[in-house]
């Protein structure tokens, strides 16, 4: 998507499907230097692209804990250091498996896990964090304002 547009600044495409084949890891926009907003509410990310299985994708967008996925959560490969702006709200991850499509609301702890690897540069967070893992990272993150 960002390779012909590499001045992208705001992406907006609400109600992606799974076909779409848009990757929750940022893959898609990673040419997009410029980019200050992606709003991509009620989407069904396809997030294959790493990984063979789906447990694979969520225990890795999801782990808290294991160095070995450090370095992969939402949008990691998205090159902009400018992000201000987030809102992937009712997201689902989903992977295209035969004969059957899994898809499954973005785990808590894959938002949790975004947060606190987001750019400096991000100040709003829209998605399904609940009120407490909210309370929780606005202690963390005080200048990040997360809304539902």
């Given at each position: ?42 989407s069904e990310f396809d997030d294959d692209s790493e990984f063979d299985d789906f447990s694979n994708i969520l225990n ?33 991850v989903g992977f295209l498996g035969f004969p059957t499509i899994h898809a499954v609301p973005v785990p808590q702890n ?39």
């Amino acid at each position: 998507m960002s390779e012909t547009c590499v001045d992208f600044e705001i992406i907006t495409w609400n109600n992606i499907n799974l076909y779409s084949e848009v990757s929750l890891d940022g893959a898609t926009m990673r040419d997009a230097n410029n980019l200050t907003e992606i709003c991509m509410d009620d989407s069904e990310f396809d997030d294959d692209s790493e990984f063979d299985d789906f447990s694979n994708i969520l225990n890795s967008l999801s782990n808290l804990k294991m160095n070995k996925y450090a370095g992969i959560f939402l949008f990691h490969q998205c090159s902009s250091n400018k992000l201000e702006r987030v809102s992937i709200r009712n997201a689902k991850v989903g992977f295209l498996g035969f004969p059957t499509i899994h898809a499954v609301p973005v785990p808590q702890n894959a938002l949790i896990k975004f947060i606190r690897n987001a750019p400096s540069t991000l100040q709003s967070f829209r998605s399904d964090l609940t009120p407490e893992n909210m309370t929780m990272l606005r202690s963390e993150r005080p200048e990040i304002e997360l809304l539902n």
